[in-house]
């Protein structure tokens, strides 16, 4: 089923205006969790007391808006998503009450790899019943979900382990599951990895991932070729390995990847979905293409397509949203 939404909302205030709104109802915080239970993760083993560091914008409420960050974000939604964050945009924090928490296995404040036993594989499951317990700690008890690449497979995880929680969700450039592709991408990301632990090989996972988030004719766009010299585009890629190696640990990236990898959920699974979803595709995405997008959320009795047409592949979402904050807002406010 293809949406055709039109939401109307205001971009009427200035980013300045929007910044102040946004930053007077921001509260950053941590919380210990499953310190009288443990979390049995799918491995087989038990964690206790893990910590989840976490923003929320708004008034608390009983209902939410749950947003799942990529792979190498983090819960500060402010900072990397402010097209859909503000008064009159999708996730409105005078209207709704909204929560981004670090996954558990990241490296931005919550429980990382380092502090799970010896032998411990983290998934998708595990990182979607976190979050239940950090929601039912905020006394949330219904959410509406937006994810976005990583965060959009995770939401496919949160519909399959707690069904009773999610009212909507929105998927932004992600499918079900991986392909024997993206599989291989993060293949070489890891392998990079591990032939230069330290940084060195993280730097080149991060040139690998950025060359799937691009296409192309946005490359060609972005970093044109030049008749002589250094090309724009090996600065480019340098600096992000860089930049992410300062910000971001190989041990996350090599957890987080394999569960992604190793989420595949059945056809029968996905078909036992009875929440209302809406997938978004991005028609240049080189890493989750369009139709991956598009077959995933149509296996689901409830779910619908659509597609944002830019030419800068995988993070268009967040370089060129064009319509899609509209889109977004009008399936995740039921209009």
């Excluded at 993760?41 to 008034?59: E, K, P, W």
Aim: glycine share 8%; with cysteine.
């Amino acid at each position: 089923m293809t949406a055709d939404h039109s939401f109307d909302y205001d971009y009427s205030e200035s980013p300045m205006v929007q910044a102040a709104a946004v930053r007077s109802q921001v509260s950053f915080a941590h919380v210990r969790l499953f310190r009288d239970r443990p979390l049995l993760l799918d491995c087989g083993l038990a964690v206790s007391d893990i910590q989840v560091n976490y923003h929320t914008y708004g008034r608390p409420a009983e209902e939410a808006v749950l947003v799942l960050h990529a792979l190498t974000g983090d819960s500060a939604v402010h900072a990397w998503w402010p097209d859909f964050l503000g008064v009159g945009r999708p996730l409105d924090p005078s209207r709704d009450f909204i929560v981004c928490g670090n996954v558990l296995g990241g490296c931005n404040g919550s429980s990382g790899p380092e502090d799970l036993p010896d032998g411990a594989t983290l998934t998708l499951r595990d990182m979607a019943r976190a979050g239940r317990a950090l929601l039912e700690h905020l006394g949330v008890r219904r959410v509406r979900v937006v994810g976005c690449s990583m965060g959009g497979m995770l939401a496919y995880a949160w519909l399959l382990e707690n069904p009773d929680m999610v009212d909507r969700a929105v998927i932004v450039a992600a499918p079900a599951r991986h392909s024997p592709w993206a599989v291989g991408l993060n293949t070489a990301a890891r392998s990079a990895i591990a032939l230069a632990p330290g940084g060195e090989g993280l730097k080149v996972a991060r040139q690998i991932a950025m060359l799937s988030y691009r296409s192309p004719e946005s490359l060609a766009q972005r970093q044109p070729h030049r008749a002589s010299g250094e090309q724009p585009v090996v600065r480019y890629l340098l600096s992000h390995g860089e930049k992410l190696a300062a910000r971001f640990s190989e041990t996350s990236y090599l957890a987080i990847t394999q569960a992604m990898d190793a989420f595949q959920p059945t056809e029968r699974e996905l078909r036992a979905i009875r929440t209302p979803v809406l997938a978004v595709g991005i028609s240049s995405d080189l890493l989750y293409t369009a139709r991956e997008v598009r077959d995933s959320v149509t296996t689901l009795p409830y779910g619908e397509y659509w597609e944002l047409h830019s030419p800068h592949g995988h993070d268009a979402f967040l370089m060129d949203p064009g319509q899609l904050p509209r889109v977004v807002a009008d399936f995740l406010h039921g209009n």
